[in-house]
């Protein structure tokens, strides 16, 4: 399966050393006007050798729009098609590993659903598929601007440096517009984990959280099509991803219902908010106005720069020593993918809502 949404839908296409990758984001509303300085904005965030702490492979990583738009760069709501050329791919890196089953890839259990696969770069189950989310996600903020929704995702945990509860301004104070922050030394503390990890040979896990603000009440549809259910579903799918939790998340098997009742009030337009915000703004799978918060765990990347046990495609055990250019950390560039697919998320679901 490569579409995502139901209203708002993207289809991709395109592997990871192939001469591009592409989609086709259909059902996006008309009127919009394109901002390309945005566009590429945001595709710089996710772009590899743009951080010396990402993978050193060099990709402009520039969006060509082919459809959707007019002369003058409002959207027409027809399909919006639009590709990225590869132009940084080096496939002798994976001559070695071509009869290889990497650890914690996805060589093996390729080979086992489709009876081959493409080694180079790992074909469709590269993160270079994201680049795709990442531009259509772009699209989806233009569009939520005018709904007066934002985004904003963050790195808040690099293995054993961690940022702390960054979401406690929008549980205990339900505060509803404050701007998602991590303290500046925490982040240069981060940055000397991934730093040092990646001296050493190695990788490392991570987290991003991410805020949603502005997101009207009445979103989502119980009992199988809940709000979280498709943002859980949306995060899974980024490569790396290994757990998702909203709201306070894996706490609340540790905490008292007298302690994490949001209760209903009025602010001072006369609008309905809860005083706190443990639900992390979802109740019975509808949005219930309050911020939406979420966190999302990576595994550390699976390539390094150490002698690996595995087996080949003949199932003989063998050792492997991987090439290639990997990041020593997967969360560092996710953030930006953990947006771009809640803006495809939610976009998705305030449309289909109407």
């Known amino acids: 399966m490569n579409t995502f949404g139901t209203r708002l839908r993207l289809t991709t296409f395109g592997e990871s050393h192939g001469p591009a990758m592409g989609g086709v984001l259909d059902g996006f509303p008309p009127g919009v006007r394109l ?43 027809s399909p919006i098609g639009f590709i990225v050329r590869n132009t940084g791919q080096r496939s002798s890196d994976y001559d070695s590993l071509a009869d290889l089953y990497r650890p914690n890839h996805a060589d093996y259990t390729y080979e086992r659903r489709y ?9 469709r189950a590269s993160a270079r598929e994201t680049v795709s989310w990442t531009a259509a996600g772009a699209l989806a903020a233009m569009w939520l601007d005018t709904q007066g929704v934002t985004v904003q995702a963050v790195v808040t945990r690099v293995g054993a440096v961690d940022a702390g509860d960054v979401f406690d301004l929008y549980i205990r104070k339900g505060d509803r517009k404050a701007p998602l922050v991590v303290n500046p030394s925490l982040r240069a503390a981060m940055e000397e984990e991934v730093a040092e990890t990646r001296r050493r040979g190695d990788s490392v896990g ?69 005083l706190t915000n443990h639900s992390g703004g979802i109740q019975g799978g509808i949005s219930n106005g309050m911020p939406v918060y979420f966190s999302v765990s990576f595994k550390p990347t699976p390539t390094i720069a150490r002698p690996l046990k595995t087996l080949d495609t003949g199932l003989h055990p063998v050792t492997m020593e991987a090439r290639g250019r990997h990041d020593p950390c997967i969360a560092l560039r996710g953030a930006a993918v953990v947006e771009a697919m809640t803006r495809l998320t939610i976009a998705d679901m305030i449309l289909s809502s109407r």
């Open 206 to 274: 991570g987290r991003v959280g991410c805020l949603v603000t502005g997101l009207p009440a009445g979103i989502g549809d119980p009992v199988a099509d809940k709000l979280q259910a498709r943002l859980a579903m949306a995060m899974m799918s980024i490569n790396g991803a290994k757990a998702f939790e909203y709201g306070i998340g894996t706490a609340a098997a540790s905490s008292l219902g007298s302690d994490t009742a949001d209760s209903f009030a009025l602010d001072k337009e006369g609008k309905v908010l809860t």
């Open 35 to 77: 901002d390309m300085a945005r566009l590429e904005r945001e595709m710089a965030r996710r772009r590899p050798g743009a951080d010396p702490l990402t993978s050193p492979r060099r990709e402009a990583d520039r969006v060509e729009i082919l459809s959707g738009f007019s002369a003058d760069g409002v959207s027409l709501g």
């Open 115 to 123: 009876g081959i696969r493409d080694p180079r770069g790992g074909g």
